[in-house]
Structure formats: structure tokens, C-alpha cells
């Protein structure tokens, strides 16, 4: 008898609490099913004009467009992307800021300063947005035509060559590291604020060889001015086609360039991630939309959010392995 009266209160308190779940869970999904409901901000670790910020404009512009709000770009460049990446770390997980992440704030900077303000982990991933391919360029003075030209003579002049990037630890830095790991060749980084600082020191031989973008080095390549040895990514790149990559002159694998993902302040609602990452695959597969990232050297990438997890994941250990063997000291 205790037991048939016990049995109705304990089950009406169960209801109660599976009512009261219920309701948590629709008011936490409201939010996300009429999202956005305001402007939403992209926060662009780097300078208005970079190739970031052109970028991060045209998505800002197609998300606006898909979603009837207005995709705002908040640029706040210093400190290798820290600033920015910091910025959009502490702004509340509610689908309002957006950081476009790049190597430098979600792989590099881990193992280029002992004390990150922010944690790359915690942002919540949303897609991987397109990559622009690197060209390695050589002077045309020096002896040699092709990339396998270079690494004979490399190896018959160890440390003679060198190679200018646009920074320690930066993207094209890492790329000489690759390519001197995988070649076997002795070859001296020279880094430089960019391509303003890196391409005037090609031109006048203070360096031999430079890893840049599609888009400053293919003018000099036309021109005669300077030489085009070999394309960083693992596939020709759309604006060069006629450009071996490095990989299939001998380095298979070989496969290394600058990237751009949208990612989301941590607690962002997975119901808002996954609309973004809907939203932006659909904006990729646009035929007009991909044509304005190639006319700018960017080339679409895309994916689920898992992919892009999957994708930073590989990429640490391997820039970790890089950036120990380039000798760069945690600052």
C-alpha cells in the first residue's frame, strides 16, 4: 500500500522536473532559431585593406544579404592577430561576435608566446571559409630556372641562399621551414614586416628567394622582374595554374598556405554555428562569390564544423614540429 501511495507524487514530481527541462530547452533554442536579431560583428585581427579584412568584407557582405542583418567589420589589428583574437575570446557566447582566425590566432601563436591572453581552444568552430596559395619566387639573377635547380644548388652552397617572409613564425616563414625540412637543403630565413619591405629586398638580390601571395607576386612574375619556382598549396592555384606546386616537383605532401575559418566566442548555441556554417557553405558554392575570392587570391574551402576541428587539429603538431625546428624562441 506505501508503495501504491508513494507512486503518483513521485511521478508527478518527475513530470514536474521533465516539464521544467523541457522548457529550459526551448527557451535556450529560442534565441538560436531567431538569431540574428541584431547586427553581428566579425572582429578581423588584422589592418582595413589586408587580405583578412578584404575577405572577411565580402563574407560579411554575403552573410548580410543571406541573413537580413547586418554583418559589421570590426578591425583590430597588433601583436601577431593576439589583440583581435583576444578581443572576440571575451565578448559573450551569443552569436554576436565572430572572429575570422587565421594560423597566426588558432594554431602558431601557442608556440610563439608563453603567456596567451586568450585560449584558441575555447571558440566554438564554425567553417573554414579559403586558403591563399603562397609562390615561392626566386631573383632571376641567381643560376637557377626551377625549383629542383634550386635544391641542386643549395646542397652544392649550404647556407649561401636565403629566403625572406613576412615575419617570424608567420605562414611564409613556415613554408622556407617545410620546404628546407623536406629538401634537405640549408637555406637562412630573413624575415620582414611584408611584402612592401620583402619584395623591394628580392628585387635588389639582398635576399634570393621569398614566399608571397598570389596576388603581389604574380605581377612581378609577368613582368620578368622576378621568377616563380613553385606554388605552397597542394594543388595549382586557380590564378596560376601554369605554376607547378612544390609537392608534385618531387615533395609529396608538400602542402602549406595561409588559411581563413569564421570561428564564434565560447557558448555560442550550436543552433547558431550551425546555421553560420550552412549559411557560408551555401555563400562558397555561389559560382559569382567564388569568382570575386579568386580575383582577390583567396579560393574556397568549406566544410562542416567538425572538418574545420579536424582540420586546426592536424595542423598543430606540425607547426609545433616547425617552429621548434626553426629554431624561434617562445617570447
Excluded at 126 to 140: D, G, M, R
Excluded at 197 to 206: K, T, V, Y
Aim: glycine share 8%; charged share 15%; hydrophobic share 45%.
Amino acid at each position: 500500500m506505501l508503495l501504491k501511495t508513494m507512486r503518483f507524487p513521485i511521478l508527478s514530481a518527475l513530470l514536474a522536473v521533465a516539464g521544467t527541462l523541457a522548457q529550459a530547452q526551448a527557451q535556450a533554442q529560442a534565441p538560436a532559431a531567431a538569431w540574428p536579431t541584431k547586427p553581428v560583428r566579425i572582429v578581423v585581427p588584422f589592418q582595413a585593406g589586408s587580405a583578412t579584412d578584404l575577405l572577411s568584407r565580402q563574407i560579411g557582405t554575403g552573410l548580410s544579404q543571406a541573413l537580413g542583418q547586418t554583418f559589421l567589420i570590426d578591425n583590430k589589428p597588433g601583436a601577431a592577430a593576439m589583440i583581435g583574437s583576444d578581443a572576440a575570446a571575451r565578448a559573450p557566447g551569443d552569436g554576436y561576435t565572430l572572429l575570422m582566425s587565421g594560423p597566426a590566432s588558432m594554431v602558431t601563436n601557442r608556440f610563439l608566446y608563453k603567456n596567451l591572453s586568450y585560449d584558441p581552444e575555447a571558440f566554438e568552430k564554425v567553417a573554414i571559409v579559403a586558403i591563399t596559395p603562397n609562390v615561392l619566387l626566386s631573383n632571376p639573377s641567381l643560376p637557377f630556372k626551377t625549383l629542383p635547380e634550386m635544391v641542386a644548388y643549395a646542397k652544392a652552397h649550404p647556407g649561401q641562399l636565403t629566403y625572406a617572409s613576412f615575419g617570424a613564425g608567420t605562414t611564409s616563414h613556415m613554408a622556407g621551414e617545410l620546404l628546407r625540412q623536406v629538401a634537405g637543403i640549408d637555406i637562412v630565413h630573413v624575415p620582414y614586416k611584408g611584402a612592401a619591405e620583402a619584395i623591394p629586398a628580392l628585387l635588389s638580390g639582398q635576399v634570393s628567394m621569398y614566399f608571397d601571395t598570389i596576388m603581389t607576386a604574380l605581377p612581378q612574375v609577368k613582368a620578368g622582374k622576378l621568377r616563380a619556382l613553385g606554388v605552397s598549396s597542394a594543388t595549382r592555384a586557380v590564378k596560376a595554374p601554369d605554376i607547378p606546386t612544390i609537392a608534385e616537383q618531387g615533395y609529396a605532401g608538400y602542402d602549406i598556405a595561409p588559411w581563413y575559418g569564421i570561428v564564434a566566442s565560447h557558448g555560442t548555441p550550436p543552433a547558431v554555428v550551425a546555421r553560420l556554417n550552412t549559411e557560408i557553405n551555401k555563400l562558397l558554392k555561389t559560382p559569382e562569390f567564388r569568382d570575386r575570392l579568386i580575383a582577390t587570391g583567396a579560393e574556397a574551402r568549406g566544410g562542416s564544423a567538425a572538418d574545420f576541428d579536424a582540420f586546426i587539429k592536424a595542423e598543430i603538431p606540425r607547426t609545433e614540429k616547425l617552429v621548434r625546428q626553426s629554431g624561434i624562441v617562445m617570447q
